[in-house]
């Protein structure tokens, strides 16, 4: 399974990014557990965002109306797209998908919100 993130960046406060992840399409097809996770530097890494059966969304608290999580089936694509960017929101963004029981990250992508 080989998960290829793309779209982070540098952005000022409030300002928006859309994040992608690209899925190798078996996989995408036959998971259904796929999430976004970040990791502020000197931090644990965190759950930001999940999609369950390509339906059931969750958001942790600090990101609820600002970021969405979505699936995109015709190019096989996690994408998460991050609205009124915080300083706070600055950290590295992995993708995650579970898969044959196993989990899968992506490399990360820098994800920087200036004030």
């Known amino acids: 399974v080989q998960l290829v993130e793309s779209g982070g960046g540098s952005v000022q406060a409030g300002g928006s990014l859309n994040l992608s992840c690209e899925v190798s399409e078996r996989a995408f097809f036959s998971t259904d557990i796929m999430a976004w996770y970040r990791q502020p530097r000197g931090k644990e890494r965190e759950l930001v965002a999940n999609i369950v059966s390509g339906a059931f969304t969750y958001y942790v608290e600090s990101v609820k109306d600002r970021f969405t999580i979505s699936r995109i089936n015709r190019n096989h694509t996690l994408a998460l797209q991050m609205n009124s960017l915080k300083p706070e929101d600055t950290a590295v963004y992995y993708c995650?998908?579970?898969?044959?029981?196993?989990?899968?990250w992506g490399q990360g992508t820098q994800v920087t919100v200036s004030s």
């Open positions: 995650y998908v579970v898969h044959s029981g196993r989990a899968y």
